[in-house]
């Protein structure tokens, strides 16, 4: 069994800054590329950031320079800094690991629950 469990979500003005946290739990071997995705109403789910075990990281065009991901590999946990904010970053933001379960060599992408992003005056 394995958990990624977000916060960090909510209401901020434009130009405000956000930090979401994802942390990993349960039966786990190895996490490989760990990521932030978001979904907008009425769009489909996109990449924001991704970020692999060895620290190498690649970002949407539209939050190059505004958003940073980075993660924790001895506390199964990954970040999304948000510094100015833009009405077009609201959307339910979800993160994804690529992980190994242990014992086994099977290895799958398990996804959070998701945490609304709403930027708005």
């Known amino acids: 069994q394995v958990q990624l469990v977000e916060s960090g979500g909510g209401l901020v003005q434009p130009g405000g800054s956000l930090r979401l946290s994802c942390a990993a739990s349960?039966?786990?071997?190895?996490?490989?590329?760990m990521g932030w995705y978001r979904q907008a109403p009425g769009k489909e789910r996109e990449l924001v950031a991704a970020i692999t075990s060895g620290g190498s990281t690649n970002y949407a065009d539209p939050v190059k320079g505004r958003f940073t991901i980075s993660r924790d590999n001895a506390k199964n946990t990954v970040y999304l800094q948000m510094n100015s904010l833009k009405a077009e970053d609201t959307a339910v933001y979800y993160c994804?690991?690529?992980?190994?379960?242990?014992?086994?060599?099977?290895?799958?992408?398990?996804w959070g629950q998701g945490t609304q992003v709403t930027v708005s005056s």
């Open positions: 349960g039966s786990i071997g190895s996490i490989y590329t």
């Open positions: 994804k690991a690529d992980l190994r379960v242990v014992l086994t060599t099977r290895r799958a992408d398990y």
